[in-house]
């Protein structure tokens, strides 16, 4: 066995046969700042395949590019590797190296759908935070083997996690809406606010209309989703919540105050200003809220773009 005295920024190295000088060597010149050396690396081992994993692994687990290291060649290396790199870029996932979490990340999201199933495999993991990272890589995938797991996931015991999954499934689009829309008659309340969550960012004019009635459901929680996935939207559904005023339903009148205060029209204003001698305590205390909240945005209007 020789040893390779110095290797650009990798000190040193062993290798039994020339192939494996050629994956290491490449693996060292990921950190070059010459670009055409990069790009070669890069197609050194996208063509290694397998072959050059561990020693790619290595490399990352001692920190071989920690002083100064590009790190952003490195997602692009395991990408190259492909399917047989998933396990590990997993493991790291929603492992307890912080050090290793963008790294595997950045990779997962470049290999895409062949990294699913092990996603899949570890959706429940015991911690949230490896939770919400699976779930942010499963819907910026976009593939239909993982919509069950995500509509499950709405159910999760941590609030962040659901709203993760319900951000995830939003990214599916219009194709997905009769999958969630069955939600808000479910029994599960966390299911329900899901659906509420989801089905205005999927088609906004039938997502509204859809969660309008249930300002009314009987779960104080259901009522604070639909006002939160609302105000949300962009834009704003003024039409709509301005047509709820006129409701005999306090909860129905209030939710909608709620939404409009998160805006800046005139014409909602108006109304509002109109519920401020409404005989309803509740309804009037919504009312002086939304009034302030909308002369400040008028005040101050946001940035143009």
């Known amino acids: 066995m020789k040893k390779e005295p110095i290797c650009v920024y990798l000190p040193s190295f062993t290798w039994k046969t020339a192939e494996e000088f050629r994956i290491k060597k490449a693996i060292g010149n990921l950190d070059c700042p010459f670009p055409d050396l990069v790009e070669e690396a890069l197609g050194i081992i996208k063509k290694a395949g397998k072959s050059a994993l561990d020693p790619l692994v290595e ?28 396990p590990v870029l997993v493991k790291w996932l929603i492992g307890k190296k ?3 979490y963008s790294t595997a990340k950045a990779a997962l999201e470049l290999i895409g759908r062949p ?14 935070d490896a939770r919400k990272r699976v779930i942010n890589l499963l819907g910026n995938a976009k593939d239909d083997r993982a919509i069950p797991h995500l509509i499950t996931a709405l159910s999760d015991k941590n ?13 599916y689009g219009r194709p997905i809406y009769p999958q969630i829309h ?43 989703a639909v ?13 709509e919540m301005r047509q709820c005023l006129s409701s005999e339903d306090q909860d129905v009148v209030t939710g909608a105050l709620n939404v409009l205060g998160w805006g800046s029209d005139e014409g909602a204003l108006h109304d509002a200003v109109k519920l401020l001698d ?5 309804i009037r205390s919504s009312a002086d809220m939304c009034v302030k909240n909308i002369r400040n945005h008028l005040k101050s209007p946001e940035p143009r773009i």
Request: with cysteine; net charge negative.
């Open 182 to 224: 069955p939600l808000l008659k479910s029994d599960n309340i966390q299911q329900v606010c899901g659906a509420v969550a989801i089905l205005p960012g999927l088609d906004q004019d039938q997502g509204v209309a859809d969660v309008i009635p249930y300002f009314t459901h009987p779960y104080g929680e259901v009522w604070n």
């Open 227 to 239: 006002c939160d996935s609302l105000r949300q939207l962009k834009p704003l559904p003024v039409a």
């Open 59 to 86: 490399a990352v687990e001692k920190k071989r590019f920690e002083d100064g290291g590009r790190w952003d060649n490195v997602p692009e290396a395991f990408a190259g590797i492909g399917e047989p790199a998933v």
């Open 278 to 282: 409404h005989p309803d305590q509740q």
């Open 98 to 100: 912080e050090d290793h």
């Open 159 to 171: 609030d962040l996690v659901r709203s993760y999954a319900a951000d995830a499934l939003i990214e």
């Open 115 to 128: 990294a699913v199933p092990h996603l899949l495999e570890v959706i429940t993991t015991r911690n949230k």
